[in-house]
């Protein structure tokens, strides 16, 4: 007991040590890296979103922690029976933090200038169906569709399309000005982005009077944080060697949720020995993916047997498909003519899942005869060599977009599948209409997939959230990389 | 003297010349694509040709690099292409972090050093000089970023008396920003100290025998007073040219401290240029770097000058 | 001092022959991953412990010593190979080749290796390579600068200026006269750049720009240790215990050596 009052007490000294932490209106959350500029609407780094995303800037739609499409500065909307015409009803007297009323004009200008050819629009396709943007009335928006684009509403949810105003867009970079529940006040560049409550917000006035992004990418220097209370939150925690610390520690919640990562080795099909689906099955056999999720990830995470994730709609358990078999793997080596000892290389970008899962991949190869060479690069020549020019052999990547069946469908992409078959499904899915048809060709799909392993699909990541047991309200999943604390506040 | 600042002028700017066509010319062969960088892979082609337009890289090469060296010259540094506000403002707030901390860990190093030097030289190859001099051997031998990895291991880790990394900010208060900076400004000094406490040693076992010692001795002054009024002083020189030595190591050792406490200082903020291919900043880092290593070591060299003149004959 | 040379050159044979016991022997293999028995204590099955991975940190210890010895063995023949020639051309001719020389090695001095590794990763990855050239450049003037300050002061002896007076070139005298004279010394400075190169190595690797994995380096080690430090705090201890015990060796071998050359040039090996 007595060692317990002294924790307090030094619990307490640190507290205030920190300082300024925690009265119960305002909130420090951790970020892992830091967003290069804050317009969601110019750069694709998730940090942008993980900041901005709902908290400063908000779309006609938005996404909920299920992924699901809800409405937001849109009220409410209309399709017409084509699919060609949504009509949107927008909410009335909302304003922009600097005091510009947002109207119809407003979306007008937002989606168009995503679509203009100067655009630096990270995700400008998703306005190439947009065909028109009519304001019959300053609170009504008519858009008008090229084709029929049944993701529309949850394309325009995401962050790249939230509304912005003409006389501040260029500035958002450094000073966003945006809708939503709080307002941009300061940015300490390699530290912290401050945010306070908009006290003329349009809906339910958030709880908390001031939120608080600190950049504290390095894991032990967060778990640090989290442990003296200069962080009452880490929705993204990038430490999950260190899980196992605050799952004893009655002051912290830890939420481990669903996250769209998808882990996997990418293999370049185009390029020997990949392109033989045995040499690719071989692999899969070789590799234990819970050895891996255990040493890469502390055992968070789940196994995944394509490229899809238990929380999606129609997932199949595919994970069975090719158990940790090292001598299944050399038989079918040997069958391939895959001569014991020959090299490759793996690139492995920077997250520490890609760091030591590459480590450990290339042990279990070595043990079927596989050479693996390691070579660690950055992001940006990752971006450059790998995905841009399809210059590798493997490399171990993880895919966060939510669904994205689709990368196996496109022509020359990076891992360079080609898979007629998996083509002819994939259209027969976007065409299907009748639900049951589209669960039915989703669920081929993932077989497909499994059957042919252009990649090797290791793991699903978890999302990762610890914070002060007190905070309620905060996501445990991630449908998308964002951070809402629009909901979040302290129990009493 | 004259002839001596100027050499070291040309020396400075020549230096700044080849490290500023060295790093930008190493830039431009870099494989990465700042605009790929900031839009990511699903970015259209248009979209990327639109905003290498709007950073100014399609510009030809010689252009650039004749833009960068002009606005530099009127005092310009460029601006971020990350953060989008002026690489000074950028460099200015990480500096709050490497600054203090380079100088504190200098400064607790000659605190450390001088006096023990003094007291070794004093009782030499008696037991204090013998310990002391064990104690330096060891501690030339440990590398600074360990030595903050076993701090944070015992006094964040063990004891949470520090926090283990992180820093809070000059603005709230700098009582908790000081806390921040004092594990390792210990690990950069410890280092330097064992060095520079041998340099002191040896500085004033040279002085130990002069004439001028003598001549105090004989007129009775007492031992203590002579030490610290005569030969301390004199043993000087060695010393700070020695610092000014150390200078340029601790300021690369703040790149690797930096890492191991997750301190937002210049060392950081390199890393994460180069990752994010802003390349005005990383050009602009390199740059300042080699300028201060350059400068520190005129300065050094002025100093020793200014102490005994007759160095400046002996370096021309 | 004696007992100095024979502790520094007893712990640089040790790590000498660790590094070539390393290549035929380990306790277990460096890389042999086994999950079950991940982040064990220190026991004695495995001496050091066993890392996330469970590898034998011993085994991965023992085999670091070859990355060590290497890279810094190299970098130093490096800056050797082109300091000294440079210092003694400077020291031989003096003039304007003096001042082009020892401006140069200012210059070549501003680059701190890390910097210099930085670029050189970013142009070509991270690697020994990469790690050999940083460190030589950062080496290179220091050497040049003890080349030439020990040949300048032979230069003015009575001995070599009766050879030049007797009709040797310029060339003869440094190279029969000058430079076995300055050798001791030139010894010196060499095994203490290679300490301070087994400082920057480790350095250099701590930050990712060194060695790739799975090749052990006791920089990355320590590394991967710190995003441990909570759950298991041991592992940032051996390899940083393996580090220092290699720069002390060299050290005090580079100290002892000094002694034994040339006891009253202490101060211009500095």
Redesign the interface.
Known sequence: MRQLGVFLVAALVIGTGAAYAAPPDTLTLGLPLEPPGLDPTAGAASAIREVTYANIFQGLTHIDENGQVQPDLASGWEISKDGLTYTFKLRSGVTFHDGTPFDCSIVKFSYGRAAAPESINAQKQLFAPIASVDCPSPDTAVVELKQPTSTFLYDMAWGDAVMIAPKTAAGNKAHPIGTGPFVFSRWVPGDRIELLRNDHYWGAAPKLKAVTFRVIGDPAAATAALLSGTLDAYTNFPAPEAVARFRQDPRFTVAIGHDEGKVILALNNARQPFSDVRVRQAIAYAIDRKAIIDAAYSGLGSPIGSHYTPQDPSYVDLTGAYPYDPAKAKALLAQAGVAPGTSFTIMLPPPSYAQRGGELIAAYLQQVGLNAKLQSVAWAQWLAQVFGQSAFDATVIAHTEARDLDIYARPHYYFNYASDQYKTLYAQYVAATDAAKQADLLQQLQRQLSADEPNIFLFALPKIGVWNAKLRGLWTNDPMPINDVTGAYWAP | MRAFLL?RL??LV??LL??SL??FV??Q??????A?????????P??LA??RH?LGIDLPVWLRYLHWIGSLLSGDFGRS?????PVSD?IL??MAVTLPLAVMAMALAGVLAVPLGVAAAVRKARLADVGIMGLT??G???????VG??L??VL??HA?WF???????WW??A??AF?ALILPTVALALPQAAILTR?AR?AML?IGSRDYLRTARAKGQRERRIVWRHAVPNALG?IIT?MGLQF??L???T??IE????L?GL??????A?????LVVVQDL?LL??GI??IV?AAVDLLNAAIDPRLVEATA | MRVGLAIGGALTAGMLVLAALSLVWTPYPPTAIDIIHRLSRPSAAHWFGTDPFGRDVFSMVMVGTQDAVAVAALAVLLGTAIGVPAGMLAATRGGWTDETVMRGADLTFAFPAVLTAVMLTALRGAGAITEIIAIGVFTAPVLARTTRGAAAAIWVQDYARAARALGRTRRGVALVHVLPNILGLLIVQVTIQLSLAVLAEAGLSFVGLGAQPPAPSWGRMLNEAQTYIYTAPLLAVFPGLAIAAAVLGLNMLGDGLRDRFDPRRRRSAQ
């Open positions: 050499r040309a020396t020549a230096a080849v490290a060295v790093v190493v830039l062969i870099l494989p990465g694509d700042p790929l960088v900031i839009l990511g892979p699903d970015a259209q248009d979209t639109a905003l709007q292409t990350a953060y989008d506000i950028l707030q990480r051997q060891i030339v031998a440990l590398p600074d970023f360990w990895l076993l944070i291991l964040a880790v949470a926090p283990a990394g992180g820093f809070p900010g709230h208060g009582g908790a806390r340099v040896g040279d060695p020695m340029s190591f300021l690369a050792g790149i690797i890492n191991v406490f997750a937002p060392g950081a903020l390199l890393f994460q180069i990752a994010q291919r802003d390199v770097f080699v290593v350059i070591n």
